[in-house]
């Protein structure tokens, strides 16, 4: 995917202000519409101009666009940074009057198909309006989607100022983690939304769920993972272990002959729901070091004791 340099699609400078952006966009579109324009390629930018205006024209995409840094170059090879947009909070900003399906697949990565939010715009009107409903992304441990938890977090976004320029201001708000929230899933937050106008109510924030990389532990859906050491001998003979889970260490049998990548199935020890989810303990054999004389000896018994060729599949 290639990195889209938005300001220099516009033709104005990284700190340009608002005004000076729409003015610049109001030139281009001119200058490419394909209506007007005589350029062999002006469909083609005109679809640009009005992604890059898409972004800089809103004060929250423009920051977290701002945040990936002003040492891409256009063309680049670009993947965003993991939860690059963690914590920052998104106000329904509407698209200009292209179609959302022309803009590129940078574009779709970093803010997704129908803009970021998925609130759409609305315009003020009278004397009394709604707020809009804002979007964030949070990260929270996955012990927290087994107990559930209260957290307080820290959302950034951008306000116009009196340069005309978007500023990074904070807020910190008390969450509550309801248990068994899944990734992905929306946390609501009534009335933390976008300020209505006048006698208008605000809009409602909401958070989208994801969780932080854990030591031990990953997942899918509501199903969960983890990689369990075992023995040369618990392996083949069998045996009962303790193996962890984000609810407390469970007995686990081994079975005899077992194998490195296999998978043991914990009914309902997954996230935890109306229908939770499972935790799959994925053998892994450990071998230990042969560090001293009678480690050696033990191994020089082994190879003795069996005639085995674990390449003999492969032909040797």
């Known amino acids: 995917m290639e990195y889209k340099d938005y300001y220099e699609l516009l033709g104005v400078e990284r700190d340009a202000s608002q005004d000076e952006i729409k003015r610049a966009y109001r030139k281009m579109a001119r200058k490419y519409h394909p209506d007007?324009?005589?350029?062999?390629?002006?469909?083609?930018?005109?679809?640009?101009?009005?992604?890059?205006?898409e972004v800089l024209k809103d004060p929250e995409k423009r920051a977290a666009y701002d945040q990936l840094g002003a040492n891409w170059q256009a063309g680049q090879d670009f993947?965003?940074?993991?939860?690059?947009?963690?914590?920052?909070?998104?106000?329904?900003?509407?698209?200009?009057?292209?179609?959302?399906?022309?803009?590129?697949?940078f574009f779709e990565n970093l803010f997704g198909r129908g803009g970021f939010s998925s609130a759409s715009a609305r315009q003020r009107g009278g004397f009394k309006t709604s707020g809009n409903d804002t979007h964030a992304k949070i990260l929270?441990?996955?012990e927290d989607a087994y107990h559930g938890a209260s957290k307080s977090i820290t959302l950034k976004h951008s306000e116009l100022g009196a340069d005309g320029r978007p500023v990074i201001k904070q807020r910190t708000l008390n969450v509550k983690i309801p248990k068994g929230v899944c990734q992905g899933q929306n946390i609501r937050l009534s009335g933390q939304g976008e300020p209505g106008f006048g006698d208008g109510k605000a809009g409602d924030l909401y958070l989208e769920v994801g969780f932080n990389a854990?030591?031990?532990?990953?997942?899918?859906?509501?199903?969960v993972y983890v990689e369990l050491p075992v023995a040369p001998w618990e392996a083949a003979l069998g045996a009962s272990v303790n193996a962890p889970t984000p609810g407390g260490q469970v007995s686990l049998k081994i079975p005899a002959g077992s194998q490195s990548g296999m998978k043991l199935r914990l009914k309902g020890r997954g996230i935890p729901a109306k229908q939770p989810g499972d935790l799959y303990v994925e053998?892994?054999?450990t071998l230990p070091k042969a560090d001293t004389e009678k480690a050696k000896e033990a191994y020089v018994a082994l190879k003795n004791a069996f005639d085995f060729n674990p390449r003999a599949h492969i032909g040797e």
């Not at 993947?79 to 697949?105: C, I, K, L, M, V």
């Not at 030591?215 to 859906?221: N, Q």
């Open 36 to 53: 007007v324009s005589k350029e062999a390629d002006a469909e083609e930018r005109f679809k640009e101009v009005n992604e890059a205006y």
């Open 140 to 142: 929270i441990d996955l």
């Open 214 to 223: 854990h030591a031990l532990y990953r997942v899918d859906g509501k199903d």
């Open 79 to 105: 993947r965003p940074p993991p939860d690059w947009d963690q914590g920052f909070e998104f106000h329904g900003g509407g698209f200009t009057n292209a179609d959302a399906a022309d803009f590129s697949d």
């Open 283 to 285: 053998t892994k054999i």
